[in-house]
């Protein structure tokens, strides 16, 4: 009875790994990176060789930021970027052993971005100056391979996953929608980053999650995420179906940036019977700059830093969870652009970015 408790103490502290989509920036453009060890516990045991994961995925960005100065006015003007995603991540896992498993990711996105600036401009004083542009669709798939670095059967408290894996540039990178230039000219291009369904950039990713039990009751649980896109920029216009301007070519940011992006997460978990609850810090960055190739071409990078509540529930073959990160830190980061402008010319520069204060996570996983 103790194995099967321990073990089951082992499954509710990585419950909190299941949905960890880096994608709550908002106007920061950070992909989905699907379901994170997807393997829900070191149990050498186990009989079942699949495991479907399901999540969904809310936030809305309206904040803006300079660095970390919020441009408050721009709410009260009227004039904020506001955006809202849903998201639906499928994952499957097939269990090869007691150590290796093999997780393939399907997130299906919907995007909806409300501006003015990008129609008719925020000096307008038409009230039909605020448009939409939205997208719908599937996103970067990635498949990754697991594999337990302890033996599961020697290491009861504690163990340590890496995973290592591929993202395929199979969401749209190239979305087109209209723009409105007044009330009756409207032109067709392709949206702004932050709603593109991909990057256009085939990756890799390396995981390590891990978690140790103090007692029956308490555990603690980490998790470390990089994706690197080695390709600089996909070539997809950021004039919105206009004219690109001189300045934008000088300094690289007329196409869209391929960018990396991390996440770093930790926490501690209290079970009491089925039932768990978990509370940790989690911290997603888009960098200025890549590990592997170029770093030109248009990113929004930052980092948002917070606390992450959650819960979950524990069946025999299934178990639901919910998260909800909060951000009280949001710092939109000088970009490479930014950088070489403020080279060029002597007068720094640094662009802003739209910020939510939370996201909303919540699913399902199902062994069979």
């Known amino acids: 009875m103790k194995k099967i408790f321990v073990l089951q103490l082992m499954l509710i502290?990585?419950?909190?790994?299941?949905?960890?989509?880096?994608?709550?920036?908002?106007?920061?453009?950070?992909?989905?990176n699907g379901a994170m060890c997807t393997v829900s516990h070191a149990d050498a045991e186990d009989n079942h060789k699949w495991q479907l994961t399901t999540g969904y995925r809310y936030f809305h960005s309206f904040r803006h930021f300079v660095?970390?100065?919020?441009?408050?006015?721009?709410?009260?003007?009227?004039?904020?970027?506001?955006?809202?995603?849903?998201?639906?991540?499928?994952?499957?896992?097939?269990?090869?052993?007691?150590?290796?498993?093999?997780?393939?990711?399907?997130?299906?996105i919907s995007?909806?971005?409300?501006?003015?600036?990008?129609?008719?401009g925020n000096s307008s004083t038409n009230p039909n100056a605020r448009r939409e542009t939205t997208t719908f669709g599937m996103g970067d798939i990635?498949?990754?391979?697991?594999?337990?670095?302890?033996?599961?059967?020697?290491?009861?408290?504690?163990?340590?996953?890496?995973?290592?894996?591929?993202?395929?540039?199979?969401?749209?990178?190239?979305?087109?929608?209209?723009?409105?230039?007044?009330?009756?000219?409207?032109?067709?291009?392709?949206?702004?980053?932050?709603i593109q369904l991909g990057d256009g950039g085939t990756g890799i990713s390396l995981e390590l999650n891990g978690y140790y039990v103090f007692t029956k009751a308490l555990s603690a649980y980490g998790n470390f995420y990089y994706l690197s896109n080695p390709r600089e920029h996909n070539?997809?216009?950021?004039?919105?179906?206009?004219?690109?301007?001189?300045?934008?070519?000088?300094?690289?940011?007329?196409?869209?940036?391929?960018?990396?992006?991390?996440?770093?997460?930790?926490?501690?978990?209290?079970?009491?019977?089925?039932?768990?609850?978990?509370?940790g810090v989690r911290l997603e960055v888009v960098p200025s700059e890549d590990i592997i190739g170029g770093s030109s071409g248009f990113r929004r990078p930052g980092r948002i830093f917070g606390v992450e509540p959650g819960v979950a529930y524990q069946f025999k073959k299934a178990s639901l969870f919910a998260t909800v990160p909060y951000w009280f830190s949001k710092n939109r980061t000088?970009?490479?652009?930014?950088?070489?402008?403020?080279?060029?010319?002597?007068?720094?520069?640094?662009?802003?970015?739209?910020?939510?204060?939370?996201?909303?996570?919540?699913?399902?996983?199902?062994?069979?």
Request: with cysteine; hydrophobic share 35%.
């Open 142 to 194: 990635r498949i990754t391979a697991y594999r337990w670095m302890l033996d599961p059967v020697k290491s009861k408290k504690g163990n340590i996953q890496v995973g290592l894996g591929l993202k395929l540039p199979t969401g749209d990178y190239r979305y087109n929608d209209f723009f409105w230039k007044n009330d009756s000219t409207k032109v067709l291009g392709p949206v702004d980053q932050s």
């Open 235 to 279: 070539g997809v216009s950021t004039a919105r179906g206009g004219t690109t301007s001189a300045t934008n070519i000088l300094y690289g940011s007329s196409v869209m940036s391929v960018p990396d992006q991390y996440m770093l997460r930790g926490g501690l978990n209290l079970m009491v019977g089925a039932f768990s609850a978990s509370a």
């Open 111 to 120: 995007n909806r971005r409300s501006s003015m600036y990008e129609h008719y």
């Open 13 to 32: 502290a990585l419950v909190s790994f299941i949905v960890n989509d880096v994608a709550a920036q908002g106007c920061v453009a950070v992909r989905s």
């Open 67 to 108: 660095g970390t100065e919020e441009q408050k006015h721009r709410v009260e003007e009227g004039t904020d970027v506001r955006n809202w995603q849903h998201a639906l991540d499928f994952t499957l896992v097939r269990k090869l052993n007691k150590r290796m498993s093999l997780a393939v990711n399907m997130p299906l």
């Open 334 to 368: 000088q970009s490479y652009a930014d950088k070489q402008r403020t080279k060029a010319t002597g007068v720094y520069a640094q662009g802003d970015a739209a910020f939510a204060d939370y996201s909303i996570n919540i699913g399902c996983t199902v062994k069979f």
